[in-house]
T-cell receptor
Framework: DAGITQSPRHKVTETGTPVTLRCHQT?????MYWYRQDPGHGLRLIHY???????DKGEVSDGYSVSRSKTEDFLLTLESATSSQTSVYFC???????????????FGPGTRLTVL | AQSVAQPEDQVNVAEGNPLTVKCTYS??????LFWYVQYPNRGLQFLLK??????LVKGSYGFEAEFNKSQTSFHLKKPSALVSDSALYFC????????????FGAGTRLAVHP
């Protein structure tokens, strides 16, 4: 978890409320990712970033948006939270584009989000 | 479509015995494979990866994995399990299309009993 922090670590919110999760890194890595972890599904990619202001969708992006205004910060926003977005959210970083170099991803400690 | 399968939800092994956690994959092109471990209330930690070369890959904490192209498998192994190895293990593969995107298996919970 070194070099990657996520905030908040726990959040309970109500349906329809906007929520923003923050990922902060001190490694100066170019690539950043948001995943959600749900039982039976492993981790699924929500959005990713390949540079400041450069982002794209992953496999489960509906209902989520992201922003990256600085190398070190990657924000995930749930525009209007739903109960199906109750999950544990992980941020990850990697130094390079892969697949043969710098392709390990390093993960933050996670944010547990509950939507009531 | 690219995918990763971990056929066992849970693996139970006695301390000191060898352990195997199974992973099979389906990819287009060359497979770039990873194993991660997750301890309770923690993020994922990188264990090892296969990119090319020797089919037996050695990683952290005494773990190794064997890449088998004909069986499209990448099983995680350890010769002698420790109670402290008890955790959730994920196999992953890099998706085609660049940007180092990973697709994960559903995970296998390893329980090592004293």
């Amino acid at each position: 978890d070194a070099g990657i922090t996520q905030s908040p670590r726990h959040k309970v919110t109500e349906t329809g409320t906007p929520v923003t999760l923050r990922c902060h890194q001190t490694e100066n890595h170019r690539y950043m990712y948001w995943y959600r972890q749900d039982p039976g599904h492993g981790l699924r990619l929500i959005h990713y970033s390949y540079g400041v202001k450069d982002t794209d969708k992953g496999e489960v992006s509906d209902g989520y948006s992201v922003s990256r205004s600085k190398t070190e910060d990657f924000l995930l926003t749930l525009e209007s939270a739903t109960s199906s977005q109750t999950s544990v959210y992980f941020c990850a970083i990697s130094a390079g584009p892969g697949p043969t170099t710098d392709n390990e991803q390093f993960f933050g400690p996670g944010t547990r989000l509950t939507v009531l | 479509a690219q995918s990763v399968a971990q056929p066992e939800d849970q693996v139970n092994v006695a301390e000191g015995n060898p352990l195997t956690v199974k992973c099979t994959y389906s990819v287009s092109g060359n497979p770039y494979l990873f194993w991660y471990v997750q301890y309770p209330n923690r993020g994922l930690q990188f264990l090892l990866k296969y990119i090319t070369g020797d089919n037996l890959v050695k990683g952290s904490y005494g773990f190794e994995a064997e890449f088998n192209k004909s069986q499209t498998s990448f099983h995680l192994k350890k010769p002698s399990a420790l109670v402290s190895d008890s955790a959730l293990y994920f196999c992953a593969v890099i998706l085609s299309g660049g940007y180092n995107k990973l697709i994960f298996g559903a995970g296998t919970r390893l329980a090592v009993h004293p």
